[in-house]
């Protein structure tokens, strides 16, 4: 029997909805054309939520043709005052929503509920009103040098963009890509991630309720190879903004060069925090542990490398270590007060593990957790390894999991050199109490954000984006609305003759 659209589904917490199962292409959930379909599990209990159906080529192709034909009909005669209204009402309904839209994520990402997801939706909600404000003041420049020439640019939409998003923030990372596309003009086709799609065919009910004309936002799950890479290959796609690992990262932008797409990749990295001697140690303890653990240690900014001045370096692990034991709750995602869920699969858990697991073969100084708790769920405890050697593979990689390691310098010079050792540039943190030598360091450091005395604490309205192999471009404030515009120079000839 073929799967239903939607199902009524009861959460752990007791929310009950009705969840979309189909693809969400011009504002109809639509089963896919070949029938596929894949299954969605609850990281905390190991569980299926769900079957659902997941796109390939031939479903993309349906749902570029329409947004190409939405956006060339009705969404390129809408004024920016109207694109502004109709994402402040998708705002406005996310917030209305926002039980179920939290209870989703908790049980399809392991997200804890309380402490977590509930700042997703908050964020979510930001950039939404945030990308409203900006839609009806896209304008270009009048450029005046002659009396003979008028010339102006005009901030154009790209089209129709693409658009591949992952799992460790379902909501948020959508409205990333989507809050900026819609209010500069373009259309947009999204690709969940196949491991979290279920909260983004909710947020779809609500495009549709909000007013949004049929092809404007086209939400479709499915995975990377069969639905993503026929998404960042097409031809009717004028833009490709991805999220997620370096590795599709390059092949997302070998496949955009087939119509030479614009580009925007936000990737990998291996953050570093810089703690100086002369920083507030008890505040610095606490961001350095944040910049780390929050959402599991599943942030792409995530500050997972911490090199501390050789004067407080002991002092530093042990409060370090205190900290996580006194602060960090693991456990049910559903628990008010668990601030630290599962893993968001088997995957992942699996490739955290083999990551301690080969640190402790090796015999590196393990500070604190290094095991899995045993019970049902994919849980790893907070992990804290010191006295990190450069080349260990620990030190290098990217875990994505709530692992860090910290290894110790004696001077700025050794702590900038320490810092920028890493083939990325995403993040880094600098704790000091001395100004001068913060910014002072911040223009040395290798990467498309700098915190100084706290981590990871994002602020849409700031560019984010990475240096070197973290990315392409920028996502969030003013240079993420330009990103997703191309500019256009009109000449006006006011009497030049031949
Ligand atoms: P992770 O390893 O953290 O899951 P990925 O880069 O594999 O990160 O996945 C991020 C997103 O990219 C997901 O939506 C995934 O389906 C998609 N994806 C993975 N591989 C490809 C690919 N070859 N082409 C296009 N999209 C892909």
Redesign the pocket.
């Known amino acids: 029997m073929s799967l239903p659209l939607q199902k009524e589904i009861t959460l752990p917490n007791g929310v009950k909805y009705e969840q979309p199962l189909g693809l969400f292409i011009n504002n109809e959930f639509v089963a896919s054309k070949n029938g596929a379909t894949f299954q969605t599990i609850n990281p905390a209990t190991e569980e299926v939520i769900t079957d659902l159906y997941a796109a390939d080529e031939a479903d993309v192709d349906v749902a570029v043709a329409a947004a190409r034909k939405a956006y060339t009909q009705t969404w390129k005669k809408m004024s920016g005052d109207d694109r502004a209204r109709l994402l402040r009402k998708l705002a406005d309904l996310v917030n209305e929503e926002r039980e179920v839209l939290a209870s989703i994520d908790a049980a399809d990402a392991g997200k804890p509920k309380a402490t977590n997801v509930e700042n997703d939706i908050e964020e979510t909600l930001s950039v939404y009103y945030y990308c409203s404000g900006w839609a009806d003041k896209i304008t270009g420049k009048t450029v005046e040098n002659s009396p003979l020439k008028f010339a102006y640019t005009r901030h154009e939409p790209y089209g129709v963009c693409g658009q591949?998003?992952?799992?460790n923030y379902p909501l948020a990372m959508a409205a990333w890509k989507i809050g900026p596309a819609i209010a500069t003009g373009n259309v947009c086709v999204l690709?969940?991630?196949?491991?979290t799609p279920l909260s983004m065919l909710y947020f779809a009910k609500l495009v549709k309720k909000a007013g949004f004309p049929p092809g404007v936002i086209n939400i479709i799950s499915?995975?990377?190879?069969t639905?993503?890479?026929p998404?960042?290959s097409h031809k009717g796609i004028d833009k490709i903004a991805?999220?997620?690992?370096t590795?599709?990262?390059r092949?997302?932008m070998k496949?955009a060069t087939i119509n030479l797409k614009a580009v925007t990749l936000e990737c990998g990295g291996k953050s570093p925090s810089v703690v100086f001697d002369d920083c507030d140690f008890e505040q610095t303890v606490k961001w350095a542990l944040f910049g780390i653990m929050y959402n599991q240690g599943q942030i792409c900014s995530a500050t997972s490398r911490i090199y501390v001045q050789d004067t407080i370096y002991e002092k530093f692990l042990e409060a370090l270590k205190k900290e996580s034991q006194t602060t960090s709750h693991v456990g049910d995602p559903f628990d008010d007060k668990v601030d630290h869920g599962p893993q968001v699969n088997e995957t992942q858990y699996k490739k955290i593990m083999s990551y301690i697991e080969e640190a402790k073969k090796q015999g590196i100084r393990l500070v604190l957790g290094g095991n899995s708790p045993d019970k049902k769920g994919y849980y790893v405890e907070p992990t804290i390894f010191a006295d990190v050697s450069e080349d260990a593979k620990i030190m290098r990689e990217e875990v994505?999991g709530p692992v860090v390691v910290v290894s110790k310098f004696s001077t700025e010079e050794e702590a900038i050199e320490l810092a920028n050792n890493s083939e990325y540039g995403l993040g880094a943190a600098i704790f000091t109490e001395n100004l001068t030598k913060a910014h002072r360091v911040a223009a040395e450091i290798e990467s498309g954000t700098v915190w100084v005395n706290s981590s990871n604490d994002t602020d849409i309205h700031l560019p984010f984006g990475g240096f070197k192999m973290s990315g392409v471009g920028t996502e969030l404030g003013e240079y993420g609305i330009n990103n997703y515009t191309q500019v256009k120079a009109v000449h006006v000839n006011m009497g030049s003759r031949l």
């Open positions: 591949i998003i992952p799992w690709k969940t991630s196949e491991v499915g995975f990377g190879k639905a993503g890479a998404l960042a991805f999220t997620g690992s590795a599709t990262g092949e997302i496949m994505f």
